[in-house]
């Protein structure tokens, strides 16, 4: 069994005076950074400043790309065509490797956003359309989704590398989906537990849902964490101790998928 | 003296649903196309389909950046940091570059758009920041700008190639520049005075302004066309071969500047 | 029978540069104008030009609010919480009201655009939050609505003016809702024919499907037509014409509803 | 000498999923909310809870316009003709009007916002614009603007009511203007310093400039204040309990000029 894992973050979701996010102080901590694209969050002069700082920390660039919807943050779903999906994802992808390219920082890898993400998990029509734009652009990246997604399958197919996240600090329903967010209990605060449960999925490649069912996650390549408040960048600093304390390699995706 | 001209013309400034231009009509008949970008004009699938056209036409692809400001059309003066601009500029290249990528061809220059281009011309800084985000992206793209301009100095004392514009259909002052649109004369659309202007500038370097008086043009490598009504297309197919009847080889501005 | 009926025709969708619409020729020849609100199109110039345009032809105004998708048009689904739709057709219908007021025009209807007023055709819960949105800012507006839709009920049940809009020009499926564009023979483009219907359907309140069935229009107040082309205007100018012919009044849905 | 004075702060500056400023915290202590209006910050979302918000605390309310940039947070100079200018102005007035008449508050003033205030301070033809699009909606608006400004003269002219504002927390240059905010003691923060220079800005209508010499401020309505940190919160509070106590009544300015 592999004990190498990846830890990946949104970041880079400012736009002009508006700000979200420690990026500055999660940055160190993790090794895959998803970098928002202008369309849902960012901008031109964000997005210089968070390859930058990635640079700087030695952490892997992803780009994160979302539907046009800043007001909406991305997470409103929209109704768009094949071709509308595929061109706005080479369009945001195409963008962020300016920046990168402009560091001489390789891109690793591709992190669709919000409702763009989710409906792409079940949507394969969707799914196609992302993973098109992806392989339109460069078949060597990495696509970030979640195991047995439409995503998965249609990416797999496509013959593109796939990176499995796993969500440590979420609880699971028994069908493998996560727990919404307006549930009690949905998401786990405690350092300790959330380690403990990230150390099982990358080991042991299963997680238990809250009816108690042990659910099989099949391959766990990354863990998806938050940088929004301070008390979830010190989740993470905790959590990648943690892992390592474990005998876990932690490490960017890009280096063992 | 070099017998060798280029066409450009820009491209892709249609949006969404509004279509401006008559982009099939005149991609056969330039060598060079400057495809906007998606901030004062275009969007993902216009750019995809305007690259897709370029391709048919083996016309050379060249990067349209504009302020942020589709329903100014980038003609409106915005007043942006020389970093804001030189991010700007970065983004909306690659985002074209994804879709020239995807479809196997190069990107050869790089033309500013409307108030973006005319504000370079003439402030230093601002031409810094525009030849900046130019550089960090490919330092092997050609900027298109006039001859005198402050772009030119800049982007020579980069190093980069500068491909110097002129336009035919368009009567000059004593100085060097353009006769502003809302004086009478401005625009001349007698083909047979555009053809005649254009071979004497390709041959001679020189054009006579509304004074009388002849200006030395400098270099002359490629021609400023528009393609926003059908008279204006009948003009280019007319000028193109006016220009080879007189010898001057048609070609894209990469092959010989 | 009430022989009286309102021509309505959605304008001002052009927005900056970019134009749509015969806006000039359509005016004189129609009775309720819907003016964009510049979500899915126009903007604030472009608003006061047909509110001018409006007050010069005596024509009757109405805000034409749709999602924020200058893109789209307003075309795309998006998926809104209540109160978000809620709010943008306040903000809308107020933007256009203050261009009415400096006008000396009253407003007259609401009428909500493309993926808005489908969605809320079929969707209670939407058309609660248009209806809600419309009886905040004036209950002494008038709705638009196609008869037998949940918009029809819950602008009814809120004590609005509701008017019942048909479409003379387009097939309708023997469920009372409109041939999809996509099928052959969905748009009718004789004037005589278009007339004709048009006739039966104010004076006998029916329409005649495209499987033969009769079907029973309830009530009809308001005429949909359109003005994207010069085809069309001349469309509408022999519609009225023939309207007026056979003894029916053409005249604001205001004056009668 | 008049003993009263208005608090004025810009408000509803968060958008979407971003949020800006102590807005519950600073509403309470305040006399006029200058909000914003979905040009350079705000949304219609935000833009009706803030309403709210100021009838809950019964703040008298004022819009805020801007420049067409959420990226710029509209402090960015843009060049728009006379008529861009005025129609915007009527736009966005109108639209925060749909809030308040649905709240049943009236709207009090208009405060143009960042870089339009800054401009039209100097530039009469602006002014005009600005002033004229104020008119165009309702001639009772209060127009918020700096002593001996061209916004003052024109809006003066045009038999508007105008207040003039003063900011306590800021230091003045000798010819009137504020000293930048990028020099050293610029900006004032200790709360006695500041409510000291109120006192003697309502009473006395100077102030004491950074070299010393005493400026005459001509009338003073309005004191404009900040809410984007809790330290400009606690100001506020010492500000109006120190006003209060030196006699002078803290009042919304519709009330008295």
């Not at 990635?54 to 660039?61: D, P, S």
């Amino acid at each position: 069994m592999r004990q190498k894992v990846d830890i990946n973050c949104d970041l880079g979701e400012s736009y002009g005076h508006y700000k979200i996010g420690y990026d500055e102080q999660i940055m160190p901590h993790i090794t895959s950074a998803n970098i928002a694209c202008g369309f849902h969050a960012g901008d031109p002069n964000i997005m210089a400043q968070t390859v930058t700082l990635a640079k700087k920390y030695k952490t892997a660039i992803g780009a994160h790309p979302g539907f046009p919807d800043i007001q909406g943050f991305g997470r409103r779903e929209m109704k768009l065509s094949s071709e509308e999906v595929r061109n706005l994802v080479v369009y945001q992808i195409g963008a962020l490797q300016a920046f990168t390219k402009a560091s001489g920082m390789p891109l690793q890898h591709v992190k669709p956003h919000g409702a763009l993400y989710n409906m792409a998990m079940k949507d394969a029509l969707l799914a196609k359309a992302v993973v098109g734009g992806v392989e339109a652009v460069d078949s060597k990246l990495i696509v970030f989704t979640q195991t047995k997604s439409e995503m998965a399958k249609v990416a797999a197919k496509a013959g593109l590398r796939v990176a499995f996240e796993v969500f440590a600090d979420r609880a699971y329903n028994s069908d493998g989906s996560l727990v919404s967010r307006a549930m009690a209990g949905s998401v786990i605060e405690d350092p300790k537990t959330v380690t403990k449960r990230a150390i099982e999925m990358v080991k042991e490649r299963h997680v238990v849902a809250v009816d108690g069912k042990t659910i099989d996650l099949g391959e766990v390549d990354t863990i998806c964490v938050h940088g929004d408040n301070l008390k979830a960048v010190a989740l993470v600093r905790a959590l990648r101790k943690g892992l390592e304390k474990a005998g876990i390699t932690v490490t960017a995706v890009g280096k063992f998928v």
